[in-house]
């Protein structure tokens, strides 16, 4: 089993659209959870950092964490077509600057 | 707003020979990390420094690859002898002491394409 499980996707949505995004784990030692946003050829632009189960709501990006079903979700509010990004997953074990273990990503289109 | 910055952007080098990338973390940053991603797969971690030594290195990081952070800006990665396999996109990472709750986010710079012909 994978460390970390991610559609690749491509999802395509019409703007406006609520856009949800979802990653399942194994491993039960990870305690934060990221998203970053990555646009074709470039590095991974972080998102949202959140630690532990429940939701965090940045503007129209609200990040969920479900630590006893081991699922993570990103949903995108009013979706616009500069969203249209690769959208990654991402966990670590503990907080020390330790290493970021990546899901394979998620291709989003946003249809004008 | 304070960003991570890598060069070059692109290189092309022939098989066996070494390479150095270089990269400029965020300027408050203690610690510094190497990831790659061959086209179309997932990133994956390389190596993790701090306090001028490797505080972790995955299985990829082997005898060919070398970090040095050689002053008090740059951090570098270098490839001893390339392999055509070591062709990937080469992505820089510095973070700090969270502002909020200890955590330590990472942030990326934009990559180097490696093409090793």
């Known amino acids: 089993q994978k460390e970390v499980e991610q559609d690749p996707g491509p999802l395509s949505v019409p703007e406006g659209a609520i856009v949800s995004l979802n990653c399942t784990y194994s491993?039960?030692?990870?305690?934060?959870f990221m998203w970053y946003r990555q646009y074709s050829r470039k590095g991974p632009e972080l998102l949202m950092y959140t630690y532990s189960s429940g939701n965090k709501e940045d503007g129209r990006f609200t990040a969920q964490v479900d630590k006893s079903s081991k699922y993570i979700s990103l949903f995108i509010r009013d979706s616009q077509p500069s969203d249209s990004a690769t959208y990654l997953c991402a966990m670590e074990e503990d907080s020390s600057a330790s290493k970021i273990i990546f899901g394979s990503g998620t291709r989003l289109s946003i249809r004008p | 707003e304070p960003e991570v910055t890598q060069t070059p952007s692109h290189q092309v080098t022939q098989m066996g020979q070494e390479v150095i990338l270089r990269c400029v973390p965020i300027?408050?940053?203690?610690?510094f990390y190497w990831y790659r991603q061959i086209l179309g797969q997932k990133v994956e971690f390389l190596v993790s420094f701090y306090n001028n030594e490797i505080s972790e290195k995955s299985e990829i990081f082997d005898d060919q690859f070398s970090v040095e952070r050689p002053d008090g800006s740059n951090f570098t990665l270098k490839i001893r002898s390339t392999k055509l396999e070591d062709s990937a996109m080469y992505f820089c990472?510095?973070?700090?002491?969270?502002?909020?709750?200890?955590?330590?986010?990472?942030?990326f710079g934009p990559g180097t394409r490696l093409t090793v012909t």
């Open positions: 300027s408050n940053h203690l610690y």
């Open positions: 491993n039960s030692a990870f305690q934060y």
């Open positions: 990472a510095s973070s700090n002491f969270g502002l909020a709750g200890g955590q330590y986010e990472q942030y």
